[in-house]
């Protein structure tokens, strides 16, 4: 049975750091499309990062290039995503997901597995 499982989120002041993680089993994170999304009230799902089926290379959407880095632990299987300098607009629910057949992407229709979520809220 495959599972994501997100951890990590939280309440932090604008300007703080948090890292998720993402605990895989039954999906090997060495050599699949791993991506990390998320959904703010209101709005819809949109992709933050993606890291690819090979070598690890990493991949952003504009709004957090210089502030999310993507990583993943094949030992682990668990899949990171440190973010710095949060800022209010940042508030959402952070979910991980993972895809059999891509190399990379950051569509949602893309994924085929999805963890249940992580809440972060950056507010004073």
């Known amino acids: 049975q495959v599972q994501f499982v997100e951890s990590g989120g939280g309440l932090v002041q604008p300007g703080g750091s948090l890292r998720l993680s993402c605990v895989v089993s039954?999906?090997?994170?060495?050599?699949?499309?791993i991506g990390w999304f998320r959904q703010a009230p209101g709005k819809g799902r949109e992709g933050v990062s993606s890291?690819?089926?090979?070598?690890?290379?990493?991949y952003y959407k504009d709004p957090v290039k210089g502030r999310f880095t993507i990583s993943k632990d094949v030992a682990r299987n668990t899949v990171y995503l440190q973010m710095n300098n949060l800022k209010p607009e940042d508030t959402a629910v952070y979910f991980c997901?993972?895809?059999?057949?891509?190399?990379?992407?950051?569509?949602?229709?893309?994924?085929?597995?999805w963890g249940q979520g992580t809440q972060v809220t950056v507010s004073s």
């Open positions: 890291i690819d089926n090979g070598p690890g290379y990493t």
């Open positions: 039954g999906f090997t994170v060495e050599d699949h499309a």
């Open positions: 997901a993972g895809s059999e057949d891509i190399i990379w992407s950051l569509d949602s229709n893309d994924y085929h597995y």
